[in-house]
């Protein structure tokens, strides 16, 4: 069966980096794009971008251009997301999710919770 | 960046009844339209595709409709396990952009 595994959660330092995995199991990789969900605590869904699992060219939304990378392991059916200098804003709960040939995220990972604090 | 406007953010009703959410987009996204359910901590799924296309192994009681700006999620006969926080996101243009959500909860 299709299954997202995401990384455990996060406690970090504001100013310090995390990366979190998601990895992807029961369908062809690079058949499909990875896109990256941020949902700060009690909020709604904020897209934050794309990742072209085939030729691996990453695609931001405005707010996270800069200290936000996408990135692959294809090798291991992985899609990585790494926050740079991290801020207390960027506390929340990051999921990838799987988008359908036809435009709509069929399968989500179970979410990573960052949480940033000094 | 196209914005999705969800209403109400709240709505309380007793299970057995027949509820409609609402999303509207800022500008024409014809039937670019999907629906999204949460619960308390966990992943979003998908119930409703293109406005009105059903999800293989969603209930039948979920359906949708609308194109252009307005949009409506339709819930026939409100279950128990339904009282959770739905979303819409339109994949008409980039950026991807969801709806601020709607809070479906026990009156």
């Known amino acids: 069966q299709i299954q997202l595994v995401q990384s455990g959660p996060e406690l970090k330092k504001p100013g310090e980096s995390v990366k979190i995995s998601c990895k992807a199991s029961g369908y062809t990789f690079t058949d499909y794009a990875m896109h990256w969900v941020k949902q700060a605590p009690g909020k709604g869904l904020k897209w934050m971008g794309w990742i072209n699992t085939y030729t691996g060219k990453p695609t931001y939304a405005d707010d996270f251009k800069g200290r936000f990378v996408f990135s692959l392991e294809a090798s291991a059916s992985t899609a990585n997301l790494q926050i740079s200098n991290l801020k207390n804003e960027d506390t929340a709960t990051y999921f990838c999710a799987r988008r359908q040939l036809q435009n709509y995220f069929d399968y989500w990972g179970q979410g990573v919770m960052v949480t940033v604090s000094s | ?107």
């Open chain 2, 1 to 107: 960046d196209i914005m999705l406007t969800q209403s109400p953010a709240t709505l309380s009703v007793t299970p057995g009844e027949s509820i409609s959410l609402s999303c509207r987009a800022s500008q024409s996204i014809s039937t670019n339209l999907h629906w999204y359910q949460q619960k308390p901590n966990e992943s979003p799924r998908v119930l409703i595709k293109y406005a009105s296309q059903t999800i293989s192994g969603i209930p039948s009681r979920f359906s949708g409709s609308g194109s252009g700006t307005d949009f409506t999620l339709n819930i026939n006969r409100v279950e128990p396990e339904d009282f959770s926080v739905y979303y819409c996101q339109q994949s008409n243009s980039w950026p991807r952009t969801f709806g601020s959500g709607t809070k479906l909860e026990i009156k």
